[in-house]
């Protein structure tokens, strides 16, 4: 047999002749495609292709199963099936476990009551604090003044000093505002025009 493998398979005629006659029957050629190839003559199955893809998918899977386990003992596909079992119950142990974890976890939160928020005046606070209401003002130019105000923290009560310092001709260059414990500490460049 000097050809080459071609997906084929090669019987001789007298090889044929013997397997029929042990068996008494033709069921031997059953599903089988004569092709004569000179001194040979050969028998192609009508599944051996579709076989052969089924083979292939199924070793492309077991490696690409191999690939997404971490723990793989040996190479045949035995191991690799029973190995990713093995992997997958552990997943689910430590599913079950983390979700047992966040249900006490939930549980705890429940029982912890919610503190109470407790409103302390600005004043209060300030005074808490050693804060006392100021400003300062000082020239630093011949119609510019930079001014210092803490004033106690109360809604509203910056914009109705920029309304008021509005009202006399005072306008704001540069100004900031910080709020902290109760108090607004504003720094402010004011540039004033007398009219």
Same mark, same amino acid.
């Given at each position: 047999?000097?050809?080459?493998?071609?997906?084929?398979?090669?019987?001789?005629?007298?090889?044929?002749?013997?397997?029929? /006659?042990?068996? +008494?029957?033709?069921? +031997?050629?059953?599903?089988?495609?004569?092709?004569?190839?000179?001194?040979?003559?050969?028998?192609?199955? =009508?599944?051996? !292709?579709?076989?052969?893809?089924?083979? !292939?998918?199924?070793?492309?899977?077991?490696?690409?199963?191999?690939?997404?386990?971490? %723990?793989?003992?040996?190479?045949?596909k035995l191991t690799i099936v029973d190995d990713a079992i093995t992997y997958i119950k552990v997943l689910q142990d430590k599913v079950?476990?983390?979700?047992?974890?966040l249900y006490e976890i939930d549980a705890t939160l429940e029982e912890i009551p919610e503190p109470k928020i407790v409103e302390v005046?600005?004043?209060?606070?300030?005074?808490?604090? +050693?804060?006392? !209401?100021?400003?300062?003002? #000082?020239?630093?130019?011949?119609?510019?003044?930079?001014?210092?105000?803490? %004033? *106690? =923290?109360? @809604?509203?009560?910056? @914009?109705?000093?920029?309304?008021?310092?509005? /009202?006399? /001709?005072? *306008?704001?260059?540069? #100004?900031?505002?910080?709020?902290?414990? /109760?108090?607004?500490?504003?720094?402010?460049?004011? @540039?004033?025009?007398l009219t």
């Amino acid at each position: 047999m000097g050809h080459a493998y071609d997906d084929r398979l090669y019987v001789s005629l007298d090889e044929l002749l013997d397997f029929n /006659g042990e068996n +008494g029957s033709n069921r +031997g050629r059953m599903g089988k495609k004569n092709y004569d190839n000179g001194e040979t003559t050969v028998f192609k199955s =009508k599944n051996l !292709e579709t076989e052969r893809r089924r083979r !292939e998918k199924l070793s492309s899977r077991l490696l690409m199963l191999r690939s997404l386990v971490p %723990i793989i003992t040996n190479m045949n596909k035995l191991t690799i099936v029973d190995d990713a079992i093995t992997y997958i119950k552990v997943l689910q142990d430590k599913v079950q476990n983390l979700s047992q974890e966040l249900y006490e976890i939930d549980a705890t939160l429940e029982e912890i009551p919610e503190p109470k928020i407790v409103e302390v005046d600005d004043a209060q606070e300030m005074k808490n604090w +050693g804060i006392q !209401e100021e400003v300062r003002v #000082t020239q630093i130019g011949e119609n510019k003044l930079w001014v210092k105000m803490v %004033i *106690e =923290k109360k @809604r509203g009560r910056f @914009r109705k000093l920029m309304e008021a310092m509005n /009202g006399f /001709g005072m *306008e704001y260059i540069d #100004t900031s505002v910080t709020s902290i414990k /109760g108090a607004f500490l504003i720094t402010a460049c004011i @540039r004033v025009t007398l009219t």
